[in-house]
């Protein structure tokens, strides 16, 4: 392979590792935020546990994804750097936002909601982990806004040899971004609602001893993933009318595109009718142990769909990196040789590959420990007196 081609190879790797984790992060929060409203509004307990326990889940996701995106960030200076010449003060604005505004009050508020308990009043408590999810979707629109620009160049004027923002307010009304980012939010909830009624069924597979607890959790994961699997196919749908509109032909004139968006639809239908099903059979589905491993065949499946949706969506307009502005070559930064992009290829890839074997290595280990001993929220042991 070329230069170009190894850059591009780079970048999606490790743009999909990095995804698998934002999925993940997107469809935990607002579910860990609802055990937890029940858990204050109820004082109950067992919600308190569930809490706990997916909270903990949640935290090793979100903290082994921060330095993949963090991957990210450093590849547009080292292989892109036509980008950032050409419209870094386009693209750049809505990134510096997500960081800025968003990121920043997410790890905030997530500290104070890891350090927070039986410390800050409860409601105080609740908020932070609402406030977390919140900013957390506003990071994801930020990006999202960033990467709809790349689709279609809305707002922008050129000026010289560069992109200069004009009018704020269409990079916001971006049509390829009104439905796409609602389809990322639903697929965040279909992964999430998948990973927690599969590590349920997993253990209610081994006949666990928490049968009550792993059979609520059941309940959720399978109720949030049919809402995320109906939302992921209506907002699909929606989008490929206004997505053709600023690039006909998206998905028939490139054969990877028009691969993964076919498989993307056609896991995304199944998955819809699995979900449905599992959802009419919900009363009797914690009993049933021989459809436990099915329900555990399911979880992988969104994370396969989020990576061919991307795939879909970048591919479709290639040659172009700015959608009829910049190509992909001559984005590429200059003078790079392949040496020096296949030994950053080599270490990008290595160390979030690793990232993402730790990262489930770890969620697998909690999930099979289960609820009891989960160090989030453990009341502090009382000081010795003399």
């Not at 970048?314 to 590429?332: C, H, M, S």
Request: charged fraction near 10%.
């Amino acid at each position: 392979m070329d230069v170009l081609d190894l850059a591009r190879w780079q970048f999606a790797v490790t743009a999909s590792l990095h995804f698998l984790f934002v999925a993940l992060t997107l469809g935990l929060a607002p579910l860990v935020a609802i055990m937890h409203t029940r858990y204050v509004r109820s004082g109950n307990p067992e919600h308190e546990r569930l809490t706990r326990f997916w909270g903990q889940i949640y935290l090793v996701n979100y903290a082994l994804g921060i330095v993949t995106g963090l991957v990210m960030e450093f590849q547009f200076g080292l292989s892109w750097s036509g980008l950032t010449h050409y419209a870094g003060d386009v693209f750049g604005a809505p990134l510096a936002i997500e960081t800025l505004l968003a990121f920043f009050l997410e790890s905030t508020f997530l500290g104070l909601w890891v350090f927070g308990w039986h410390r800050l009043p409860k409601r105080l408590h609740l908020a932070c982990i609402w406030l977390v999810t919140l900013t957390a979707y506003l990071s994801a629109f930020w990006i999202m806004v960033a990467n709809s620009f790349l689709q279609n160049p809305a707002g922008a004027v050129l000026q010289g040899d560069r992109l200069v923002l004009t009018d704020f307010g269409a990079l916001l009304a971006n049509p390829t971004l009104q439905m796409a980012f609602p389809h990322v939010l639903s697929a965040g909830l279909l992964t999430g609602g998948a990973v927690m009624m599969g590590a349920s069924a997993y253990q209610l597979f081994r006949r666990t001893a928490e049968r009550e607890f792993f059979a609520r959790s059941l309940r959720m994961g399978v109720i949030t993933a049919f809402v995320g699997a109906f939302f992921v196919v209506s907002f699909g749908f929606a989008q490929i009318g206004p997505v053709e509109s600023v690039q006909p032909n998206k998905w028939g004139a490139n054969a990877l595109a028009g691969v993964a968006v076919g498989n993307m639809i056609s896991i995304g239908m199944l998955l819809f009718l699995a979900t449905g099903i599992l959802l009419a059979l919900l009363k009797w589905l914690p009993n049933w142990r021989w459809l436990h491993p099915l329900v555990m065949l399911i979880t992988p499946m969104p994370f396969i769909t989020v990576i061919l949706g991307w795939l879909a969506r970048e591919e479709g307009r290639q040659p172009w990196l700015i959608y009829g502005k910049l190509t992909v070559a001559d984005a590429l930064t200059p003078g790079l040789t392949a040496g020096q992009i296949t030994l950053s290829f080599v270490g990008f890839v290595g160390v979030l590959g690793l990232l993402a074997v730790v990262d489930y290595v770890l969620i697998a280990r909690l999930v099979r420990r289960g609820p009891e001993r989960v160090p989030l929220g453990e009341r502090p042991v009382p000081a010795l007196t003399f």
